[in-house]
């Protein structure tokens, strides 16, 4: 473990010196995060400020859950975002293979192959956007809370990543599984709100089968004083099992991996 | 002896899906797929021991890479079993890896945009290499290598002789007991091939390092090689010393005549095989056991206006050229398993 930790310090160090070669490329990465996230929460803002709430829930409310999530897509994209191209970038070219001749654990080769420094700025408006809530709100900010926050950040982070890992692990079977990825990871986007905004269906569907609800919905309830807001404390559960399931299905896909022509 | 890499009855079947052309094939494949089985490498078992190096030969689709792809863990074989140094490739990966070595000539393992030393350090970090060992290696291979003038290049402004130079480092940064070598001198210069050769076969002796080679080069086998595996259609068909097959086939002599009249037929004494019939040449083999260079060549001007003659020495290539295409000859060298 501790071999890998320094391993995995030694990578970041290689790419931040990677980074400061493409030294232009580093900074547009890093503002067109923080520009993306604001496109969107413009958009957000232009439609909840017609009215003061929606089915109770009121703006700030509503940051509160988009900042938390917002929070553990970071952790995905700085930790996993090879994921998005392991078939484009490694598979197809042929590059997979070196992983596998390596004394490292394949999946630990791959990911920190290329931490994903972009993810600063989900970081940065994430964090901006609980804050501003919490204290809109007036939320208690104390040990307590910011524990609580950190507990469900990384869950919620991890729940992420267990679903990318499953999509990804379609590249051994399919090539390229950018298409597959995009389709599961965008349901995410139905979690920037309160699910009961949705038919039932949509809730039961982003709490049990990609259950990003966990990253957002629950642990905001749960902060909020919500009935339902116990559910956050499954959180750490469900990623636990995801994660578990997904590196099953990465393990099937190894021995399924056909590697590509000389 | 316990040989270092043990394979038994090793076979590779790869199952594709076939597709019929078209936006209609493509969707028929997607929802009631058609597979196809493809058999890469078939039953194949052979033994190898510690210091030998040995060529792994073929044609193109032969069944090399796949074979390679298994011993070092890449690809899950359908049959057999594969052992390396007692270890299992696949189930036992990680202590598998740390005695292996391999080199891809078509591809880099190196990191692309870091500069050489960043990657040797980084794959010496993956291999834990003791630091003091490590500095000690990379002074010697930068000297035996010509590393020095690119130890600062990233990878990706290296010429391709730069790139293998770095490549080998790479591999052999650890010190590993087998190396796998696919297509190490493809596409490089004399110069280099030359090299990369002499950078082998030091290391093999000095460390005893078992080499698997595949190449096209039969110059690699030539002077690396003591032993050769040929597979054919993913079957060993031969598997011996290089030496064998060159005694078997060094009784062959080629003559080629040329003519200033557009060429007729000719018939040949016995021992004689006709190769290749141009408008104003003719090749000929023979048998030199059985017929001499002169009988073949005046039975052949009795027959036609001869305005030259060549008599050729066999190479290697000639004779492997000769095992491909004739797929029977190879029990006249007396393949072993």
């Known amino acids: 473990m501790l071999r890998y930790l320094k391993l995995y310090w030694y990578f970041v160090i290689q790419r931040f010196k990677i980074l400061m070669e493409y030294r232009l490329n580093f900074f547009i990465g890093s503002i067109s995060t923080v520009l993306f996230q604001g496109a969107s929460l413009v958009a957000l803002w232009a439609v909840l400020r017609q009215v003061p709430s929606i089915q109770g829930w009121t703006f700030e409310q509503i940051l509160l859950i988009y900042g938390l999530l917002t929070l553990s897509k970071g952790i995905n994209h700085l930790f996993a975002d090879n994921l998005w191209v392991v078939g484009r970038d490694y598979i197809r070219p042929g590059q997979f293979d070196r992983f596998l001749v390596r004394p490292i654990n394949p999946l630990f080769h791959l990911l920190a192959d290329r931490i994903c420094h972009d993810a600063i700025g989900d970081f940065i408006v994430g964090l901006s956007l609980v804050s501003y809530a919490m204290v809109q709100l007036q939320l208690p900010i104390n040990l307590a809370s910011i524990g609580f926050i950190i507990l469900m950040v990384i869950s919620g982070g991890i729940i992420f990543i267990a679903l990318n890992l499953i999509t990804a692990a379609t590249s051994f079977w399919i090539m390229d599984s950018i298409a597959v990825t995009n389709v599961v990871f965008h349901t995410n986007e139905f979690a920037q709100y309160p699910l009961t905004f949705y038919h039932r269906s949509i809730g039961v569907l982003l709490t049990w089968l990609v259950p990003y609800g966990f990253a957002s919905y629950y642990p905001a309830s749960y902060l909020l004083g919500h009935e339902i807001g116990w559910m956050a404390w499954l959180a750490p559960l469900v990623a636990l099992v995801c994660i578990m399931i997904a590196y099953k299905v990465w393990l099937l896909g190894l021995r399924n991996y056909g590697s590509t022509g000389s | ?337």
């Open chain 2, 1 to 337: 002896m316990v040989p270092i890499i043990d394979v038994r009855n090793l076979g590779k079947t790869y199952r594709t899906i076939e597709k019929e052309n078209g936006v209609k094939g493509a969707v028929k494949a997607l929802f009631r797929p058609q597979y196809r089985e493809k058999v890469a490498v078939h039953d194949l078992s052979f033994q190898i021991d510690a210091g030998e190096i040995v060529g792994y030969i073929g044609v193109n689709g032969a069944g090399k890479s796949t074979t390679i792809k298994m011993l070092t863990g890449i690809l899950y074989p359908t049959t057999g079993s594969i052992a390396v140094l007692g270890h299992d490739p696949q189930r036992e990966r990680v202590a598998n890896a740390r005695n292996i070595g391999v080199v891809f000539g078509q591809r880099s393992q190196l990191w692309w945009d870091l500069a050489l030393i960043e990657s040797l350090n980084l794959v010496a970090n993956i291999y834990e290499v003791e630091p003091s060992r490590y500095k000690q290696l990379l002074s010697h291979f930068a000297e035996v290598l010509e590393l020095d003038e690119i130890l600062k290049t990233p990878i990706r402004s290296m010429s391709l002789g730069q790139k293998m130079r770095a490549e080998l480092a790479a591999t052999f940064i650890h010190e590993p007991k087998v190396v796998y070598l696919d297509e190490p001198t493809i596409g490089l210069d004399v110069m280099v091939k030359q090299r990369i050769r002499e950078f082998i076969k030091d290391y093999n002796q000095t460390h005893n390092t078992t080499v698997m080679l595949t190449t096209h080069d039969l110059g690699d086998i030539e002077q690396l090689c003591s032993r050769v595996i040929i597979i054919d259609n993913g079957s060993k068909v031969y598997d011996g010393p290089l030496n064998a097959i060159k005694q078997q086939f060094g009784k062959f002599r080629t003559i080629t005549f040329e003519t200033n009249q557009p060429m007729t037929s000719v018939n040949l004494p016995p021992a004689c095989e006709q190769l290749n019939l141009s408008e104003f040449s003719l090749e000929v083999r023979f048998d030199r056991s059985q017929i001499s260079a002169s009988q073949v060549a005046n039975a052949v001007m009795q027959q036609l206006d001869v305005a030259d003659f060549t008599l050729n020495e066999p190479d290697l290539e000639s004779i492997i050229k000769h095992l491909y295409q004739n797929p029977t000859a190879y029990n006249e060298v007396g393949a072993r398993g």
